[in-house]
């Protein structure tokens, strides 16, 4: 059975910065999309990143653009998001998720920022 186990998340001050990391516990059948979501209280999930497994194509919320960085590495199965800059309105938690056959989603790491 595959398991999502994010790490990295944390309490920082206003431009400050972290690194996520998410790694599959299994192998993913057809690995196609890696990428990070988050939601903050009283909101809906939103994307913040993705990658495609093959080629490394990227996408970004705007809102990141220019501060955060989504990379991977293909042997271990693993997805990281370097974030700096960071700014209060990102506070949230932080799921990983992973699409092959299926949807994977990591259990969440929460990301605090203080002004």
């Known amino acids: 059975q595959v398991q999502l186990v994010e790490s990295g998340g944390g309490l920082v001050q206003a431009g400050g910065s972290l690194r996520l990391s998410c790694a599959a516990s299994?192998?993913?059948?057809?690995?196609?999309?890696m990428g990070w979501y988050r939601q903050a209280p009283g909101k809906q999930r939103e994307l913040v990143a993705t990658?495609?497994?093959?080629?490394?194509?990227?996408n970004y919320a705007d809102s990141v653009k220019g501060r955060f960085t989504i990379s991977k590495d293909n042997a271990k199965n693993t997805v990281y998001l370097q974030m700096n800059s960071l700014k209060p309105e990102d506070t949230a938690i932080y799921y990983c998720?992973?699409?092959?056959?299926?949807?994977?989603w990591g259990q969440g790491t929460q990301v605090t920022v203080s002004s």
């Open positions: 998720r992973m699409i092959g056959t299926r949807g994977y």
């Open positions: 990658i495609v497994f093959d080629g490394g194509s990227i």
């Open positions: 299994g192998s993913i059948f057809r690995l196609i999309t």
